[in-house]
């Protein structure tokens, strides 16, 4: 990602990301401070500590447990019967009450998922140690200047059942500079459930680190 900020001579770019991506943006805003401009960022986010090992937690987290199995690959992958039954409890248990994927945009992830080789090569993540649990019990508080310098918009939704809400009190502890934002009746898929809401946090980043539109 920094080799691409450099090859499109961008000048202190703000970084968007959730998920996945949140955690890069995360990961570039404290190796290359001088480089980004301001973050908005969405779970997951450090912070949860041994928390994550409570039994609500658990019965959220298993599917990390599942994944380092190679039993995952032999029931789902390459098997677009198992990979709809799987990518359908995600989408519909993460995400917020007011929410519903559209059954032609489940389908065409069914498509792309169902390849062989594809779901195995999606849970690599997890079985590289990046899940949140693995994280969150190695992560350590950091001395106060080792902390993410750069300006974030946190945007933390109440119906992600993965990070509650009550998990942002320690937000401070990694980030400097963070403002939290609550998002009433959203749940995981940030980007997805609420882009005008995504699009204008990134507006309100901008202007609040004085950036250029």
């Known amino acids: 990602m920094l080799q691409l900020i450099e090859e499109l001579g961008l000048e202190r770019p703000l970084l968007a ?10 990961t570039i805003c404290l190796l290359a401070p001088e480089r980004v401009l301001s973050a ?5 986010l450090p912070g949860a500590g041994q928390r994550i090992l409570a039994a609500d937690s658990q019965r959220e987290y298993w599917y ?10 032999e029931l789902i992958d390459g098997d677009p019967r198992a990979v709809r039954a799987y990518l359908r409890h995600f989408w519909s248990h ?6 519903h994927q559209a059954e032609e945009e489940l389908e065409r992830l069914v498509a792309d998922y169902a390849k062989r080789g594809a779901f195995t090569a999606s849970i690599a993540w997890y079985r590289a140690g990046s899940g949140t649990v693995a994280r969150s019990l190695a992560e350590q508080i950091p001395d106060p200047d080792q902390r993410v310098s750069v300006p ?3 945007l ?3 119906h992600d059942p993965l990070y509650p809400q009550a998990w942002s ?9 963070a403002v939290v934002r609550f998002l009433p009746r959203i749940g995981h898929f940030v980007p ?3 882009p005008t809401l995504f699009v204008s946090a990134i507006e309100e980043a901008l202007d609040l680190a004085g950036g250029h539109r």
């Open 17 to 26: 990301g959730y998920d996945i991506g949140s955690r890069i943006a995360q």
């Open 40 to 44: 908005v960022l969405c779970p997951p």
């Open 64 to 73: 990390q447990a599942f994944h380092q199995l190679e039993l995952a690959a």
């Open 94 to 99: 993460w995400s917020g009450p007011e929410f």
């Open 152 to 154: 974030a918009l946190i």
């Open 156 to 158: 933390w939704p109440e």
């Open 169 to 177: 009190d320690r937000v401070s502890d990694f980030f400097s500079r």
């Open 192 to 194: 997805v459930e609420a």
